[in-house]
């Protein structure tokens, strides 16, 4: 078994070349990557983070929750001389407490591995990140510097307790005008995700910028710039829908992917409808209207 905790600074635990009949296959692009890290966020995190290099501001970037390396490979692209990615994720060690270790078995414990991670993120860069292979627990302890980070993204765990203690780590790490991105605030299967950024909205000073079908994108500091550098770019030519609401007195953005024309539906696909049972057949439209939803990506990508 993995050790319970092990970092690595760009360095890799693979070979370069070779590695055998069993080694991980990397991908060979990064949409690829098998993963759950969609299009709109996608654009979402390259507008922001180049937009905070443009400004000048610089910091390290840290993740929580990185599975197979879908979004830590963008977030590769967008590090400057002299800042870190530091990515925590369990991969393929034990959870350490009996529901994390009940949610890792139903969702990730087949495919998630360090390895395969690491094969991926080398595809698309000369050296790893400082990996944490760990509860995101031990990043409680300060091995990152408060107010070091500029852009934290948080996928790890959906278990409340967790959530919320992956969402103080996010306050420490980051700089006054950083920006945190929250997965899976809304999801019907994460109550306790939703649980914990709304705790953090309403008694914690976190203060929603953006909202997307599966991030919420927030700061500690003031979100008015962020809103200001989001509306600079014209998302609507893009095919992605802009809205504003106000929350509690703030104001927050909703993108969202246009929605597109219903196709008209195919004769084998209206018989194949008719003669499904009607329990299936809602299952059926469901799952069709979350691809949709999720402009038809594939895989969950953190």
Not at 184 to 210: C, I, K, M, N
Not at 254 to 276: C, T
Request: aromatic content about 6%; charged content about 25%; glycine content about 10%.
């Amino acid at each position: 078994m993995p050790s319970a905790e092990t970092a690595e600074s760009g360095r890799s635990a693979l070979p370069r070349s070779g590695g055998g009949p069993d080694a991980p296959r990397p991908a060979a692009h990064p949409d690829s990557i098998p993963g759950w890290f969609f299009r709109l966020d996608q654009e979402a995190f390259r507008h922001l983070l180049t937009a905070q290099s443009e400004a000048g501001r610089t910091g390290d970037i840290l993740e929580l929750g990185s599975y197979l390396g879908r979004s830590a490979v963008l977030l590769g692209d967008h590090l400057r001389p002299g800042e870190r990615l530091t990515v925590c994720d369990l991969f393929d060690s034990e959870a350490g407490d009996a529901d994390n270790d009940a949610e890792m078995s139903m969702s990730y414990r087949s495919s998630l591995t360090r390895r395969g991670f690491e094969a991926n993120y080398l595809a698309f860069h000369p050296e790893l990140p400082t990996i944490v292979q760990a509860p995101t627990s031990v990043l409680a302890d300060g091995r990152v510097p408060d107010g070091s980070c500029r852009f934290v993204h948080v996928d790890a765990s959906h278990l409340y307790e967790h959530v919320a203690g992956d969402i103080e780590v996010a306050r420490k790490a980051l700089a006054e005008d950083g920006l945190v991105a929250l997965d899976d605030y809304r999801s019907e299967h994460t109550p306790g995700v939703s649980a914990a950024v709304w705790q953090a909205v309403f008694t914690g000073g976190l203060r929603p910028v953006l909202l997307t079908p599966m991030k919420f994108y927030g700061t500690w500091g003031d979100p008015e710039p962020v809103r200001e550098v989001l509306l600079t770019r014209d998302w609507r030519a893009e095919g992605f829908t802009v809205d504003e609401d106000a929350i509690a007195g703030l104001r927050v953005l909703r993108l969202n992917n246009a929605a597109r024309p219903a196709a008209p539906r195919s004769g084998p696909r209206r018989l194949l409808l008719d003669l499904l049972p009607p329990a299936a057949t809602r299952a059926l439209r469901r799952g069709l209207r979350t691809l949709r939803e999720r402009g038809g990506a594939g895989g969950r990508g953190r």
